[in-house]
């Protein structure tokens, strides 16, 4: 019996030794996951079959995101020409607006009626980027040259008074 006990003791022991070895053989695969994954997120060229994430600074500093754009919300008032000037001198322009989902977003956020991207030329209504107005999506309310968003939709007025304002810039140009 005591032979029997050993020979048992032995297969224990073997046992043990196959638990350590597969214990090992898991941590080197954990470390090479662990290395791949850091290779992959600090050289993404090197696999460039797997999506990369886009940057976190997807906007310059004091900027808003949503949907693919960055937006800019004054502080201090100019007239719609001014306001225009200084979004430029950011590579943006004043707030052009694309669908219905951006007008909800930017008439939530908004305070102070800004002034926006578009303007009356021969009785019709344009973007700065020279597109014309897509009565399907707004219509502008008033009489003015110059338009602004209000609690209620777009509006225009004198070109000459002094508003807030918003700039937009296209995601792929902010970079």
């Given at each position: 019996?005591?032979?029997?006990?050993?020979?048992?003791?032995?297969?224990?022991?073997g046992?043990?030794?196959?638990i350590?070895?597969?214990?090992?053989?898991?941590?080197?695969?954990?470390?090479?996951?662990?290395?791949?994954?850091?290779?992959?997120?600090?050289?993404?060229?090197?696999?460039?079959?797997f999506?990369?994430?886009?940057?976190?600074?997807?906007?310059?500093?004091?900027?808003?995101?949503?949907?693919?754009?960055?937006?800019?919300?004054?502080?201090?008032?100019?007239?719609?020409?001014?306001?225009?000037?200084?979004?430029?001198?950011?590579?943006?322009?004043?707030?052009?607006?694309?669908?219905?989902?951006?007008?909800?977003?930017?008439?939530?956020i908004?305070?102070?009626?800004?002034?926006?991207g578009?303007?009356?030329?021969?009785?019709?209504?344009?973007?700065?980027?020279?597109?014309?107005?897509?009565?399907?999506?707004?219509?502008?309310?008033?009489s003015?040259?110059?338009?602004?968003?209000?609690?209620?939709?777009?509006?225009a007025?004198?070109?000459?008074?002094?508003r807030?304002?918003?700039?937009?810039?296209?995601?792929?140009?902010?970079?």
């Amino acid at each position: 019996m005591g032979e029997r006990g050993r020979s048992a003791g032995c297969d224990t022991q073997g046992l043990f030794s196959n638990i350590w070895l597969w214990r090992a053989v898991a941590g080197v695969l954990t470390a090479a996951v662990i290395l791949i994954s850091c290779i992959h997120f600090v050289k993404p060229s090197l696999a460039k079959e797997f999506p990369v994430c886009p940057s976190l600074d997807l906007c310059p500093s004091g900027w808003l995101y949503f949907q693919r754009k960055c937006y800019y919300l004054s502080e201090s008032e100019a007239a719609w020409n001014f306001s225009q000037s200084s979004c430029s001198s950011h590579n943006a322009s004043l707030l052009v607006i694309e669908n219905h989902q951006e007008l909800s977003f930017m008439i939530k956020i908004t305070k102070q009626d800004p002034w926006i991207g578009l303007y009356k030329r021969n009785e019709e209504f344009f973007w700065v980027n020279g597109k014309a107005l897509d009565n399907e999506l707004f219509e502008v309310k008033d009489s003015g040259s110059c338009a602004y968003l209000d609690s209620k939709g777009v509006s225009a007025s004198g070109c000459y008074l002094t508003r807030k304002w918003v700039c937009s810039l296209d995601i792929n140009s902010a970079q």
